[in-house]
Antibody, heavy 120, light 108 residues
Framework: QVQLQESGPALVKPSETLSLTCTLS????????WSWIRQPPGKGLEWIGYIYYSGSSNYDPSLKSRVTISLDTSKNQFSLKLTSVTAADTAVYYCARQNSGTTWDAFDIWGQGTMVTVPS | SSELTQDPAVSVALGQTVRITCQGDSLRTSYASWYQQKPGQAPVLVIYARNNRPSGIPDRFSDSSSGNTASLTITGAQAEDEADYYCNSRDSSGNPVVFGGGTKLTVL
């Protein structure tokens, strides 16, 4: 059974860098797209970006200047770095497997999510 | 447009049929996927690629689309279907992925 688990600090100071890691178990990271998605308290889902197993990546335009997603195939992990955080970056951060076809994308496996707070 | 619009809240009587809609220009060229999220839990994929259900998702969940609107239909809603529902699709205006704002479903 494929599972994802996020890890990282629960509290990040303003202007610092948020760093999270997602570990895949029960499968190989050497296929599919791997995404980060966040959900501010009481709000909807926001896609942050993805990395393909080949190493190519794509990010939400509104976050692109601050985001880096990287891949470590030897550890079956992928990571998120978000720089210059503010209170607006407070959210539950999810990692997810993105399955894609010619005309569709679906996040079929999700981590349990990790709450990250940036105090104001 | 890079937006998907959902009604904020919908209610349905127990055992009845409810439709949750998702509107956006991107749906003219790509299929919506649908997610169910219960409080304190991660979202769960319920429909993808035009009416495909992952293993374990009941067949009372179905999808249809027309023009710029995708619809998630729950036929015979159960109490356990009470949740937030989100759609997403591929966006053609430079943003690869876009989510709708979510619909809170109440089962009465």
């Amino acid at each position: 059974q494929v599972q994802l688990q996020e890890s990282g600090p629960a509290l990040v100071k303003p202007s610092e860098t948020l760093s999270l890691t997602c570990t895949l178990s029960g499968g190989s990271i050497s296929s599919f797209y791997w995404s980060w998605i966040r959900q501010p308290p009481g709000k909807g889902l926001e896609w942050i970006g993805y990395i393909y197993y080949s190493g190519s990546s794509n990010y939400d335009p509104s976050l692109k200047s601050r985001v880096t997603i990287s891949l470590d195939t030897s550890k079956n992990q992928f990571s998120l770095k978000l720089t210059s955080v503010t209170a607006a970056d407070t959210a539950v951060y999810y990692c997810a497997r993105q399955n894609s076809g010619t005309t569709w994308d679906a996040f079929d496996i999700w981590g349990q999510g990790t709450m990250v707070t940036v105090p104001s | 447009s890079s937006e998907l619009t959902q009604d904020p809240a919908v209610s349905v009587a127990l055992g009845q049929t409810v439709r949750i809609t998702c509107q956006g220009d991107s749906l003219r060229t790509s299929y919506a996927s649908w997610y169910q999220q219960k409080p304190g839990q991660a979202p769960v994929l319920v429909i993808y690629a035009r009416n495909n259900r992952p293993s374990g998702i009941p067949d009372r969940f179905s999808d249809s689309s027309s023009g710029n609107t995708a619809s998630l239909t729950i036929t015979g809603a159960q109490a356990e279907d009470e949740a937030d529902y989100y759609c997403n699709s591929r966006d053609s205006s430079g943003n690869p992925v876009v989510f709708g704002g979510g619909t809170k479903l109440t089962v009465l």
